[in-house]
Each structure stands twice: as C-alpha cells, then as structure tokens.
C-alpha cells in the first residue's frame, strides 16, 4: 500500500508517498537495473566526495583554480571509466564564458541639476557601450526615432553626433490605426525597442534618451539586471554593442531639457499623429551624462561524458548536477560538500554504474550523458550555456534528470532519513512522475516528498537548480533535493555531515528511474505547459 497526501489546492503534486514498511522490494540480481544499481555505494560516494570536498580544491568556485581542479578530477574519472566525449577537442571539457557587466559611474546632468540612475532614469549596462563622458548643448527632439518607408523621423534630419530624445510607440491615425501598418495592429517599431536603437546608431547618434511614464515600474520589472551585475554569456568585452547608446528617462527629465518648448514638442507630436510627418524640435541645454562601466570575464567548463545507446541512441537522457561551490571568503574554505558536491559525487557513480553495464553488453536503448556544469552559484550559468549551445539536440533529449543537494537530512525529516524532495516530474511529463514512483516502490522504498513541487511553494526551487534550464526549453525535468540545513552556503557544509548511507540508496533510485527512461519502448510524452 502507498500511503499519499494531497494537497488540493495546488495546481502540481504537493503529496508525500509514504512507502509500505511491509512491501517487499526487488533485489533479485538477475534484473540489471538491480545488479549495476548495486554498484553505487556509500564507500565509493565517500573516497569521491572527500576529494572534491576536500580544502584543496578550495570551494570550487567558477574562475578559480579550484572549480578547474576540480574539472580535471571529474574528466578523468570520464576518461578512466571510458565514456565517450562529445566536445569535440579530445577531452570532456565544454568551455564556457560570461561578461558580467555593472555601471562604475552613472548620472544625468541637465545644467545644473543631477539626477540619479534607479531613481530618475534606468539604462542597462549589457545593452551600452563604455562612454565616460557625452555632453551636449543641444538635444533633438526626434518624434518616435522611427525610419520607416511609410514614416521617418530621420528623413531630413542628420543627427550624427548627436543626443537626442524619442517617444516610445509609434504615430496613430484618429481612428486608432497606425501609420506603418494601416491598422489597429503596432509595428515593430512600438514592440521592439532595439530596432530604434539599430536605427539610431546606423545614423551615428551619440546617445538615445527614451521617455518612459512608468520608471518605477520598469525598475520593479527589471530590478535584478538593474540592481547587480548583469551576466551575458560568452566573452563579450571586445564585441561593440550595434545599439546606440541610451537611457530610459523620466517625464521629470524630460520636462526639464524641455523647458520653453513645450508647446512645441506637443504641436510637433500632434503632427505626426494626426498628419504621419515628422517634426523635430531642437532642444538647446547643458546637458551631461556618465555611463563609465565596467566588464569582467568569467570562464570555467562544463564537464560532459555519455555513453551511447543502440537502437534509439539518437535520443538522449541527460543527468546533471552543478560542481562549483562558493570557494573562499577571506581564510573560510566553503567545501560544498552538501551543495553539491553530493550531486557531483552521484552523478559520477551513475556515470560508473552504466559504464559497467555496457562492459557486460548490457546497454541502454537510448544514449545517456553525465554533464557537470559549472556557475550554477551564479546564476545557473553553465546549464544555461548548455541549453543554448547543447552538445546534443535538444528535441532529441528525452529528459533532465538533475541531482542537487542530496547527502544531508533536514528538520522534517531528522528521524527518517530514507527520503528524498522530487521537484518537476509532473510539471511537463506525467510519464516521467509515474516511472520515477514506480521505481521506487518496486526498488528503493524512499518517502518521496512533493512539497516543494507545489506551485505556491515560497521557496521557489523549481527554479533554482540547473534542470530549470532544460525544462524551461519543454524538455521534462525531474530534480533530487535533500531539503536545506543549518549549513547551507556556510563554511560549515562539510563532508563529515553527509549521511553517505542515505545518499547511496537515493543514487540506487535515480539510476533505477533512468534505467527505464533509457529502456522503455515509447519515449516519455510531454503532456505538461512551459511556465
């Protein structure tokens, strides 16, 4: 019998499968998944995790000598074990890059008043290129900064050099349709901002200041990019940015480079609207701005070994885990046992334990990778990477099976700890939920807690692991999690605290649950929506 709770009010399973203590479990080696699922020990987890656990791979951070030792540790144990690399270079290593991009020094001066950035105005430091200093005595009122065969703002206008001040949108006909398409329907000219900003550079403008009647708003909607670094992949410091440089500004800023001329940039605006003409309004002021930014690279490598299937090979189940830590702050070594050197440890006795199968002919339908991504801390960087430069086509990847955070035992579960949270595996596959509770009813006997499944769950960790980048690309996602502790992020997260007992038989059923992934006839259905 399996015991369930519900939870019903929420939209994704938020039960807990209690196993039946009675209920006899299939030990029988004559089945593989039994016999190579057997080979995942807690002893072996330990000699791994104590390596890359260990202060002399100093918290793995990404960018660090760390995080690439431990790179090499995990390649080599790929190339000891004879998986096959898909990267192309004669190694397992896929190397990945991010700019992280943040404003040094940023403000608005309209003679002799400063106005702040996230206050007064928003400009994204990606989206700008490096200009310590433009000033101005002049600023061109340029309509809708639109160049269009049916309406142009450029026409007769050379503003090369230039700053000049646009409106968002588009001109409207008094019966609500828009000069460029003849409709109730916008052009892209309203829907995509960066076609102006293409237009404005091509023209030479020096700087673009976009009227936004909402900067809180946009703020709150973009507080992430705004408030930090904001991270783009690949190494972009020496890539110039084909969008001129530009600004969101406030209606307060506005009003003031406008001054006298208001009435004016109203008749001029009622013009194109009622007319589809431009009209452009010089705009004479002092007028300065500093967008001073910095870039820094980060680079590090995404580890990636498979073994290939036979007669469905071209499909593929992808089991990933994140490998680099926190590192060092100051003399504290953050050892990431827990997170994750646990998913890193049993991913690489996974990566073993099909390795053996093949050995014994035992091979799987479909093909299997083992991939360890890095930046995870930052951002989920390395799986995002991935997921837009996969090493295997993404509509051929069946599912994400993903191990982050399963060594320890939380609160709830301090008398209990044969258990394991499953977070996603019925979010976009309904198979993959039913294949996961079957094997562990007929193999592992986990409690198998679906809280943090919940849609309303606070926590939000569906989307806070690496399987996210998979899932959010319709690929089904299923994601292992002990629950966090008292020493999640600390110093503290090492490996003595790890219950290696549990975290062998939760690997003995994530290899039972991608045996059959791998072995079915039918590749598992997507039946779910990307949120």
């Given at each position: 019998?399996?015991?369930?709770?519900?939870?019903?009010?929420?939209?994704?399973?938020?039960?807990?499968?209690?196993?039946?203590?009675?209920?006899?479990?299939?030990?029988?080696?004559?089945?593989?998944?039994?016999?190579?699922?057997?080979?995942?020990?807690?002893?072996?987890?330990?000699?791994?995790?104590?390596?890359?656990?260990?202060?002399?791979?100093?918290?793995?951070?990404?960018?660090?000598i760390g995080n690439n030792l431990a790179g090499d540790y995990i390649s080599n144990f790929f190339r000891s074990n004879g998986l096959l690399s898909k990267t192309g270079r004669g190694n397992y290593k896929q190397p990945v890059a991010f700019t992280f991009s943040k404003w040094q020094d940023i403000d608005i001066f309209v003679g002799e008043t400063r106005y702040k950035h996230l206050w007064?105005?928003?400009?994204?430091?990606?989206?700008?290129?490096?200009?310590?200093?433009?000033?101005?005595?002049?600023?061109?009122?340029?309509?809708?900064?639109?160049?269009?065969?049916?309406?142009?703002?450029y026409a007769k206008n050379d503003v090369a050099g230039k700053v000049i001040m646009i409106n968002k949108g588009e001109p409207i006909k008094k019966d609500s349709t828009s000069w460029i398409t003849g409709s109730s329907e916008m052009s892209e000219w309203s829907t995509d901002?960066?076609?102006?900003?293409?237009?404005?550079?091509?023209?030479?403008?020096?700087?673009?200041?976009?009227?936004?009647?909402?900067?809180?708003?946009?703020?709150?909607?973009?507080?992430?990019?705004?408030?930090?670094?904001?991270?783009?992949?690949?190494?972009l410091t020496n890539e110039e940015i084909t969008l001129a440089n530009h600004a969101y500004i406030s209606s307060t800023i506005a009003k003031d480079i406008i001054a006298k001329k208001a009435k004016k940039i109203i008749k001029s605006r009622k013009r194109s609207n009622r007319?589809?003409?431009?009209?452009?309004?010089?705009?004479?002021?002092?007028?300065?701005?500093?967008?001073?930014?910095?870039?820094?690279?980060?680079?590090?490598?995404?580890?990636?070994?498979?073994?290939e299937g036979t007669d469905k090979k071209d499909e593929v189940v992808i089991v990933s885990a994140h490998y680099d830590h926190l590192g060092k702050r100051g003399?504290?070594?953050?050892?990431?046992?827990?997170?994750?050197?646990?998913?890193?440890?049993?991913?690489?006795?996974?990566?073993?334990?099909?390795?053996?199968?093949?050995?014994?002919?035992?091979?799987?339908?479909?093909?299997?990778?083992?991939?360890?991504?890095?930046?995870?801390?930052?951002?989920?960087?390395?799986s995002e990477y991935y997921a837009e430069n996969p090493l295997f086509d993404l509509d051929k990847t069946v599912a994400d099976v993903n191990i982050d955070m399963v060594g320890r035992v939380d609160d709830k579960y301090a008398d209990n700890p044969n258990y394991?949270?499953?977070?996603?595996?019925?979010?976009?596959?309904?198979?993959?939920?039913?294949?996961?509770?079957?094997?562990?009813?007929?193999?592992a006997g986990l409690t198998l807690d679906y809280t943090y499944n919940s849609e309303e769950d606070p926590n939000r960790y569906y989307f806070r692991s690496d399987h996210y980048n998979f899932a959010k690309n319709g690929i089904p996602a299923i994601f292992f999690f002990n629950g966090v502790h008292a020493d999640y992020h600390k110093a503290s997260d090492t490996v003595d605290k790890i219950n290696f007992d549990k975290m062998a038989k939760v690997g003995r059923l994530i290899f039972h649950t991608t045996w059959e992934l791998l072995n079915r006839e039918d590749r598992i259905v997507v039946d779910g929506v990307v949120k």
């Open positions: 019998m399996i015991i369930t709770t519900y939870n019903i009010d929420a939209q994704y399973i938020s039960s807990v499968t209690v196993p039946d203590s009675a209920a006899t479990l299939v030990t029988d080696e004559s089945d593989p998944s039994v016999k190579y699922a057997n080979t995942i020990t807690a002893e072996d987890m330990k000699n791994h995790l104590t390596v890359l656990a260990g202060d002399g791979f100093e918290g793995r951070e990404t960018g660090t007064d105005f928003l400009a994204f430091p990606d989206k700008n290129n490096n200009m310590p200093a433009i000033t101005a005595d002049e600023v061109v009122y340029l309509g809708y900064g639109i160049d269009d065969a049916k309406y142009s703002d901002i960066s076609k102006k900003l293409e237009v404005a550079k091509k023209n030479g403008v020096k700087l673009v200041l976009i009227i936004e009647d909402d900067i809180k708003k946009m703020l709150g909607e973009n507080r992430r990019k705004l408030l930090g670094s904001v991270v783009s992949l690949g190494d007319k589809g003409k431009a009209c452009d309004v010089s705009l004479e002021t002092m007028f300065v701005m500093n967008m001073s930014k910095e870039a820094n690279v980060l680079k590090g490598n995404n580890i990636l070994g498979y073994i003399d504290d070594i953050y050892n990431g046992a827990d997170d994750n050197g646990s998913g890193t440890t049993t991913v690489l006795e996974l990566a073993e334990a099909f390795r053996l199968a093949e050995k014994d002919g035992v091979v799987p339908r479909r093909s299997v990778a083992f991939l360890l991504v890095t930046g995870e801390e930052k951002g989920l960087l390395g394991i949270y499953v977070i996603g595996s019925d979010r976009l596959s309904t198979d993959l939920h039913k294949i996961n509770e079957s094997a562990n009813k007929k193999y």
